[in-house]
């Protein structure tokens, strides 16, 4: 065969090489687009998940007068359905989230384009193409995580949603499922929360103000910035206009109106004591899945002079001293729980400290100690003396190492002298004073050591006040509580709490010399700074090692307080002690909140005084009561109480417990 005829074959018979590689790249490239599609149809989530949850009901909760707190869970009316859209808030909707929604097939193939763009031109990204299918596709099935595998999945389930779903089916499972702010998830429940009627009544006005909540719901929900979500509201107002939703007078109109939203909930920082009683209210009605009603011990005026005062303390840097976050819980004369606040912002940080947050009291503690050792035969002006003691390897010292020699137990209360305060323990038996904090509410563990009276041991706010009580309740113990009343939307009562007198857990003397060293500590002690004027007020500072922990815990007017300040990480803060900031946010608390009913005073009044458990153990000697179980020692603590503003030259005596940590 010739050269010239080889070459005739090879253009007659054979394919380009430049045509051959392309056909090769083309094939090889969709058997790889079919391997990741592949790949990631299986890495999808179960899409069986997109099935509507069993309903457990909306469990709307309202303070001790009938006044709404918040509301949790779907109502039954609260779902909306692809046959009955609410067809304003669904035009507004769309116009802000997704103009194109019924022409696409999942995919705005043109908004995508769009703002790709423009995020190229800006050098970051400033617009997003996400359609409201991808948006449900997200929220159904997949994380917050930004990555291009996440992005992918969005768009296969987008393409699964359009093919499974009709476009009004889509939205509605859109609506019901998006978060609106101020605990709202789903647009009905939002409708409810801001503006106390069902989504299919909503204004344009009000239409326009949820859809813009979307976005960014937290920053332009109306109850944290009303203005902010107003302007929001026009844009959305505008965007339907340009989409040809509504009119120029219909616009022109809405603009104009004002809109007014309910204020729903007692304030932002009821969303702590509303998590509290939720895990409470399904124990309290079994089996129930219809609508609940809850009536609680909160009140509503109380609550938001307890969110005033922390958010005082916290934001005034001479009271704060370094403590970023905060908790106060009160609690009337049975228990009830007036005000709950968990920190500094509920939105930013949900996390409950005034229940769940355990942390060492400090001197909060001593009162235990004190009415463990009167209990035993000490009294108030029994002296001891303020000066360096040991007890085998450990050897407590005052703060600054600095001692006030003789003192009454009145006066060592009042400076809270914790050289004294070991001392006490230590004579009337460790033991003894721990019974003695558990006789009354303390149910954390504690442990028999010699830093026992100093309170080395952790407790909550909750329970400290609860321990508190009967300091105040004429020596009778009361459980802290929540919940007065539970029943069903129809009217049902399922629950109702029954006022009970508590059990008598502290004798009478030990109560008037208590009382008494209480008012030194509020008059001329560390608690100069909970005192309000021309009011009776009672209680007790605490601070702990490398000021970590301030605390305050006393009562005024049938309602106890405590008040914590400190940073969630255990860090020292810059000098904050429990005279400062938690002793000045109590005042400021008390000035506020309203008086609670006296109506365990009548129950006390009518009680028979039976006979008194506790008035066997006043007559015997201390010694009889001292137990030699010690066990090991911790760490000492720090107790420094003193205002370091206050003049009084006695202040700077406060002492202080050393040693390693």
Same mark, same amino acid.
């Given at each position: 065969m +010739?050269?010239?005829?080889r ?6 018979? $054979? ?8 056909m090769i790249?083309?094939?090889?490239g ?8 592949? /790949?990631l ?6 899409l ?20 709404t ?12 359905? *692809? ?6 808030l ?6 802000v ?5 019924y022409? /696409?097939?999942?995919i !705005?193939l ?9 995020n190229?031109? &800006? ?13 449900? &596709? ?6 917050p ?8 999945q ?11 779903f009709?476009?009004d089916?889509?939205?509605?499972l859109?609506?019901?499922?998006v978060?609106?702010g ?5 647009a ?5 929360r ?5 989504a299919?009544e ?5 239409a ?26 026009t844009v959305?107002? !505008?965007?339907?206009?340009?989409? $040809?939703?509504i009119s ?8 104009s109106?004002?809109i007014?939203?309910?204020?729903g909930?007692?304030?932002?920082g009821a969303?702590?004591?509303? !998590? ?19 009536r609680? +011990?909160?009140?509503v005026?109380?609550?938001? =002079?307890?969110?005033a &005062? ?9 009271w704060?001293?370094g403590?970023t ?9 049975? $228990?009830?729980?007036r *005000? #709950?606040?968990g920190g500094?912002d509920y ?15 400090g ?18 002006d029994?002296?001891?003396?303020d000066?360096?003691?040991a ?15 003789d003192? %009454? ?6 400076r809270?002298?914790?050289a ?5 323990a230590e004579?009337t ?6 019974? +003695? ?13 010699h ?5 080395a041991y952790e ?14 309740? $004429?020596g ?11 029943? %069903?939307?129809?009217g ?5 709490h ?8 502290l ?5 008037r010399?208590m ?6 500590a509020v008059?001329?002690?560390t608690?100069?700074?909970a005192?309000v004027?021309g009011?009776?007020v009672?209680?007790? +500072?605490g601070?702990t090692?490398d000021?970590?922990?301030a605390w305050?815990?006393g009562? #005024? ?15 020292? %803060?810059?000098?904050?002690?429990g005279?400062?900031g938690?002793a ?6 008390m000035?506020? &909140?309203?008086?609670p009913?006296r109506?365990?005073?009548?129950l006390?009044a ?12 006043l007559?015997g000697?201390?010694?009889e ?9 911790? =760490?000492?603590?720090? !107790? ?7 003049s ?9 417990i050393?040693g390693?940590?």
């Amino acid at each position: 065969m +010739t050269r010239s005829s080889r070459k005739t074959r090879r253009k007659s018979g $054979g394919l380009p090489v430049w045509l051959r590689l392309m056909m090769i790249t083309v094939i090889a490239g969709g058997l790889l687009g079919v391997g990741v599609v592949v /790949h990631l149809a299986r890495t999808l989530p179960d899409l069986s998940a997109i099935e509507p949850a069993p309903r457990t009901g909306e469990v709307v909760l309202l303070d001790r007068e009938g006044r709404t707190i918040a509301r949790r869970g779907q109502s039954t009316s609260a779902v909306i359905t *692809a046959d009955a859209l609410p067809q304003t808030l669904a035009d507004a909707v769309i116009a802000v989230e997704d103009r194109r929604f019924y022409s /696409h097939f999942g995919i !705005d193939l043109i908004g995508t384009t769009r703002a790709l763009i423009s995020n190229i031109r &800006a050098g970051r990204v400033v617009q997003g193409g996400s359609t409201i299918t991808q948006q449900l &596709a997200k929220n159904l099935f997949l994380s917050p995580e930004r990555t291009y595998k996440r992005k992918a999945q969005e768009v296969l389930l987008a393409l699964w949603l359009e093919n499974r779903f009709t476009k009004d089916e889509i939205l509605a499972l859109y609506l019901n499922r998006v978060y609106f702010g101020a605990g709202a998830w789903g647009a009905e429940a939002a409708s409810r929360r801001y503006f106390s009627r069902p989504a299919d009544e909503l204004s344009i006005g009000e239409a326009a103000l949820l859809a813009g909540l979307l976005k960014a719901p937290s920053r332009y929900a109306p109850t944290n910035d009303a203005r902010r979500a107003s302007v929001r509201a026009t844009v959305v107002l !505008d965007l339907m206009y340009a989409t $040809g939703r509504i009119s120029q007078a219909e616009r022109i109109e809405a603009a104009s109106t004002p809109i007014r939203v309910s204020r729903g909930s007692s304030s932002p920082g009821a969303g702590w004591f509303a !998590d509290w009683v939720m895990t409470q209210v399904r124990e309290l009605a079994p089996g129930h899945e219809g609508d609940l009603i809850v009536r609680t +011990t909160l009140d509503v005026d109380a609550q938001r =002079a307890a969110e005033a &005062a922390l958010t005082l303390g916290l934001e005034t840097p001479d009271w704060s001293r370094g403590a970023t976050e905060g908790a106060l819980i009160a609690l009337d004369s049975q $228990g009830g729980v007036r *005000a #709950m606040v968990g920190g500094h912002d509920y939105a930013q940080a949900p996390f409950n400290r005034a229940v769940n947050a355990r942390r060492q009291p400090g001197s909060a503690f001593k009162p235990f100690v004190y009415a463990a050792a009167f209990e035993g035969g000490l009294g108030p002006d029994d002296v001891f003396t303020d000066a360096p003691i040991a007890y085998g390897d450990w050897a407590p010292q005052n703060y600054g190492d600095r001692y006030e020699g003789d003192m %009454t137990l009145e006066r060592a209360f009042a400076r809270s002298s914790n050289a004294i305060a070991v001392q006490v323990a230590e004579a009337t038996g460790r033991g003894w004073v721990l019974r +003695t904090a558990q006789r009354l509410g303390i149910h954390s563990p504690l442990q028999n050591t010699h830093a026992l009276s100093l309170g080395a041991y952790e407790v909550t706010p909750l329970e400290l006040g609860q321990a508190y009580l009967p300091f105040m309740n $004429g020596g009778r113990r009361a459980d802290a509580y929540a919940i007065l009343s539970v029943r %069903t939307a129809e009217g049902d009562m399922l629950f109702e709490h029954e006022p009970t007198l508590g059990e008598r857990v502290l004798a009478d003397r030990v109560l008037r010399q208590m009382d008494q060293l209480f008012d030194a500590a509020v008059s001329y002690g560390t608690a100069r700074g909970a005192r309000v004027e021309g009011r009776l007020v009672r209680g007790k +500072t605490g601070t702990t090692n490398d000021n970590r922990d301030a605390w305050f815990a006393g009562w #005024m007017d049938g309602l106890t307080a405590v008040v914590w300040m400190g940073n969630d990480d255990y860090t020292a %803060t810059d000098n904050a002690v429990g005279g400062a900031g938690p002793a000045r946010v109590f005042a400021s608390f008390m000035s506020g &909140a309203p008086i609670p009913p006296r109506g365990l005073d009548a129950l006390l009044a009518d009680a028979p005084r039976e006979d008194d458990p506790i008035a066997s153990l006043l007559s015997g000697p201390v010694d009889e009561m001292r137990s030699d179980a010690d066990g090991p020692s911790p =760490a000492p603590e720090e !107790d420094p109480d003193a205002d370091p503003e206050d003049s009084d030259p006695i202040a700077d005596l406060l002492g202080r417990i050393g040693g390693a940590q």
